[in-house]
């Protein structure tokens, strides 16, 4: 599941599914293919995880400017 799927994954899947794959890796007992197959795809989580958190941020950094910007307009004007 890469790409396009990734985009549609909403942050807790992607972060739930990054839990269990890093809890398979930790277990050990997968074959060399298997690890690197597990490692890819939490490397693939963990960028969807960022996109949302960097989109998150940039969101309340929004709101808070504008706050900021609301807050000087009055004090201006008074």
Known sequence: MTGK???ALGYEQARDELIEVVRRLE???TTLEESL???ERGEELAK???RWLEGAR???D????EEAED??????AG
């Open 5 to 7: 799927v990734d985009e």
């Open 58 to 60: 940039a969101r309340l």
């Open 48 to 50: 969807v995880c960022r």
């Open 37 to 39: 197959a597990l490692w």
């Open 62 to 65: 929004a709101a808070l400017a």
């Open 27 to 29: 277990a050990g007992g």
């Open 71 to 76: 807050a000087e307009a009055e004090g201006s």
